[in-house]
């Protein structure tokens, strides 16, 4: 399976164009002719997405030898594996990942974080989401290390969104991180998640509005406020969702970051100054009345 999965091999790609950085210079250095730029862009494009379509990836230090691509599963290559193939590859995955460097990291964490914690009298929070290995949350527990609970990214893989009301005291909630779209674009980009969460999570029968009105935010933020959560820390964007004079008009204008994006890194500011937002009664006597009555 390595052989047949190691993208260069099989492709026969030149030494020149072998890795991503060599085909990002080359189209670089054509970017000035502007008659060919469209052309040059689909190609670049094209061997970029080509040298990515792997399952393996070759040691940095020892050559010859293979690891997992994170997030394979998303490959064409995956995609042409038989149904046994992608047991075993997913079986390998799985351990290479999750289970085989476990000890590696608990040592590593429990040598590295307490001098870290110690540095500080701040409540430390762990960013405990995505790929994490199995060892994670014992060393939070050992460490008194806040968990971060997002209910777009459940900590439970079967379920599709986390349970508000069963987060775990030694945590803070959010209703978005810097890295993730807010409520709002959110809600319009998978209109089979958005059904869901409709009727499952906020519990409103019918059809979902097609937008996130405020009252849907509100319901959302609400949510959070009342959760079991030592703190619940919400983004700016996702407090003025609430309210539908005071919100921005594009909700794509409220991103702060895009990871896959190289170009767009820490973008947002705020559309109101500060003595705008003062002069926002409504909105404020809003949000003091969910603060208070949620008891935080």
């Known amino acids: 399976m390595t052989a047949t999965s190691y993208r260069k091999d099989t492709a ?30 689909r190609i670049c494009q094209a061997l970029m997405g080509l040298i990515d379509d792997v399952l ?11 690891h997992p691509r994170i997030s394979a599963q998303f490959t064409y290559q995956y995609r ?37 914690i110690d540095a500080t009298d701040m409540l430390v929070c762990a960013e405990d989401l995505g790929m994490i290995p199995a060892c994670v949350p014992a060393v939070m527990s050992a460490l008194q290390i806040l968990v ?8 439970d893989p079967t379920t599709p969104f986390g349970n508000t009301w069963n987060y775990p005291y030694n945590s803070v909630c959010t209703t978005s ?14 209109r089979a998640a958005t059904q869901k969460y409709f009727n499952e999570v906020l519990r409103e029968p019918g059809e979902a509005p097609e937008y996130a009105e405020p009252w849907i935010c509100e319901k959302i933020v609400r949510m959070h406020l009342e959760s079991p959560s030592m703190l619940c820390i919400l983004p700016l964007q996702d407090w003025l969702s609430t309210d539908g004079l005071v919100r921005r008009q594009d909700p794509r204008e409220e991103l702060i970051n895009i990871p896959a994006n ?32 949620s008891g935080r």
Not at 56 to 66: L, P, Q, R, T
Not at 148 to 155: A, F, G, S, T, V
Request: a negative charge; aromatic letters at 16%.
């Open 12 to 41: 026969n790609i030149k030494e020149e164009f072998d890795t991503q950085r060599k085909v990002a210079d080359h189209f670089a250095a054509l970017a000035a002719d502007s008659d060919d730029r469209e052309k040059n862009n």
């Open 56 to 66: 393996f990836i070759e040691d940095s230090y020892e050559k010859g030898k293979y």
């Open 80 to 116: 042409c594996l038989n149904d046994y193939e992608k047991w075993c590859f997913n079986r390998l995955y799985n351990d290479f990942f999750y289970r085989r460097h476990n000890e590696f990291w608990y040592d590593k964490a429990m040598w590295k974080m307490p001098p870290l």
């Open 148 to 155: 971060l609970e997002i209910q777009r990214m459940p900590k």
């Open 177 to 190: 991180s810097h890295d993730m779209d807010g409520i709002r674009r959110w809600w319009e980009a998978d």
């Open 262 to 293: 190289p170009r767009h890194y820490w973008r947002y500011r705020m559309h109101l100054t500060l003595e705008q937002l003062n002069a926002e009664k409504e909105l404020n006597n809003r949000i003091r009345d969910m603060i208070h009555s």
